[in-house]
């Protein structure tokens, strides 16, 4: 049987594709396997990779934005569209498939829907549980739509085609225990003289392997007129694995940096996230890829640099075995002049009655940016500190208001008001339901606090909290205009101590209006 694939844009859509072709070579090992693909896309590289052939053809997406690029772009998407659709005519015709499988991305909708006005059976697989525009064009002209989410067929016109499967699981060789072995052999002198290394393949078949470690035989296939006496090896351990691609978060690094004067600045990177295929257990090591920013090529005007990029764990080692979808990005990059200046910080609220405040702030500030930027600014002013609340030692994170263009260096130092407080202490006492006082009690009527359990907590100079005692705070209630029932009441705590701060809990208590008896 000849199969035909169409995958393309992004690996979500080739991996299901060369999974699932995969699977059909291991089951049907005489079946003929082709792929199509955008020209110029990830799938033109991935595909052969993984042993398969690949056809291009003119594909491009569609933008969702409405500027002028966006049309131009979108303008290009249609002229592709009407250029692929012979294209993917001429390649069907010539290889002659009896199914066509699209599991998604643009691509995918030349190649189906050629290959259903041809009356060749086509198969959709989409991955995602909200079917992209391709599948929901294609899938109500396909024999069987393969879901990855059962939830997904909702969102089809048609129903009756639709097949939950789940995603396809691709697997990778995470490990394996050895990667030489040596041979022995005999043969004709005249012979022996002229075989190399080369002239031999060491083969461990994988065929039927599971997910783990594995042992399997090793073979050897090599000249015809030779023949082996022995192997240093004749089993491998191999662990296998699924086989899997997550996107990645870009880390820059700043390399090489000698000047004290000046500092590097990334002003962009062209890429945020890349995605990143593997064996499960080496993608999911991965927290980032690192791009180092050598500091001794970024100059005073912007410029992009192409910088590797390097997988690398939570410690920053490089996680070897994995494969990027691009191992380069572009960044650019700036070099920033530094300026130290006077920093002026606002402060209100330190002048408390009952305590004694102090703090420091820095008197300077580095700040960095361009040449013109940096001429304009001869002090920075920070947002005021509001020390009204402050009742114990702190440490108050400034902010500087800076004009665009200009950021705080990295070297600057402390950018913080350290408060310290003189004179504080806390007292925390306990009261219970009959400290409290019922007020505005209606004639005839009867409250009745419920069991509850008043947390005091006093602060404030020492010597005043040293001659605080019970009799020093009311606890007071409402009852005003309340009828008979229980009710939800608001507390109040009051002391004529001059105190820095006063808090208690609960302040809501529980009582019960009852009438009068007799």
Do not use: W
Request: charged share 25%.
């Amino acid at each position: 049987m000849r199969f035909l694939f169409a995958c393309g844009g992004t690996a979500g859509h080739v991996n299901p594709a060369v999974g699932v072709a995969g699977r059909i070579r291991e089951l049907l090992p005489e079946s003929e396997i082709l792929f199509i693909g955008a020209l110029g896309k990830m799938e033109m590289e991935l595909v052969p990779r993984e042993g398969y052939e690949i056809r291009g053809v003119p594909v491009s997406n569609l933008s969702r934005s409405l500027s002028v690029e966006g049309i131009r772009h979108n303008i290009k998407f249609v002229s592709d569209l009407i250029k692929s659709g012979p294209a993917c005519r001429k390649i069907i015709e010539e290889f002659k498939p009896d199914v066509v499988i699209g599991t998604g991305g643009y691509v995918c909708y030349p190649v189906l829907h050629e290959a259903a006005k041809l009356g060749i059976p086509t198969v959709i697989h989409e991955q995602n549980a909200y079917p992209g525009m391709t599948t929901k064009a294609l899938a109500k002209h396909a024999e069987c739509v393969m879901l990855a989410v059962e939830d997904a067929k909702k969102y089809l016109d048609r129903k009756d085609n639709c097949v939950f499967t789940g995603n396809p699981v691709r697997v990778s060789v995470l490990q394996a225990e050895r990667d030489t072995v040596n041979i022995t052999f005999s043969g004709q002198r005249t012979t022996l003289t002229k075989v190399k290394a080369g002239n031999f393949k060491v083969i461990a078949d994988l065929e039927g392997l599971k997910k783990g470690e594995n042992v399997v035989r090793l073979r050897v296939v090599g000249p015809d007129n030779v023949t082996v006496e022995s192997m240093s090896v004749q089993k491998i351990s191999i662990t296998i694995d699924d086989l899997i691609t997550v996107k990645k978060p870009v880390q820059t690094q700043i390399i090489n940096q000698t000047s004290d004067d000046s500092e590097p600045y990334i002003v962009q990177l062209s890429q945020e996230n890349v995605a990143v295929e593997g064996a499960a257990t080496l993608v999911n090591k991965v927290t980032g890829l690192l791009a180092r920013v050598d500091a001794q090529k970024v100059e005073n005007e912007m410029k992009a640099l192409t910088i590797a990029l390097i997988p690398v764990d939570k410690s920053g080692k490089e996680v070897e075995g994995v494969h990027l979808q691009t191992d380069k990005v572009s960044v650019t990059t700036v070099m920033l002049n530094k300026k130290t200046v006077p920093l002026s910080v606002p402060i209100i609220g330190q002048e408390h009655d009952n305590l004694e405040i102090s703090y420091q702030v820095p008197k300077t500030i580095t700040v960095k940016g361009t040449d013109a930027a940096l001429a304009a600014i001869s002090e920075v002013t920070c947002e005021t500190v509001d020390l009204s609340k402050v009742y114990d030692d702190t440490q108050i994170a400034l902010k500087p208001i800076l004009t665009d263009g200009v950021t705080v260096a990295t070297d600057s130092g402390n950018l913080n008001c350290d408060v310290t407080v003189k004179g504080a202490e806390t007292l925390t006492l306990e009261f219970t339901e009959s400290d409290i006082v019922i007020e505005d009690v209606t004639e005839g009527l009867v409250p009745v606090v419920a069991d509850c359990v008043i947390h005091v907590s006093a602060s404030g100079r020492t010597s005043v909290i040293e001659t605080l005692n019970r009799e020093d705070f009311t606890l007071t209630a409402s009852v005003k205009d309340l009828d008979a029932g229980t009710h939800r009441v608001r507390l109040v705590c009051k002391t004529a101590k001059d105190l820095a701060d006063l808090e208690y809990s609960p302040q809501e208590i529980e009582i019960t209006i009852s009438e009068e008896a007799g």
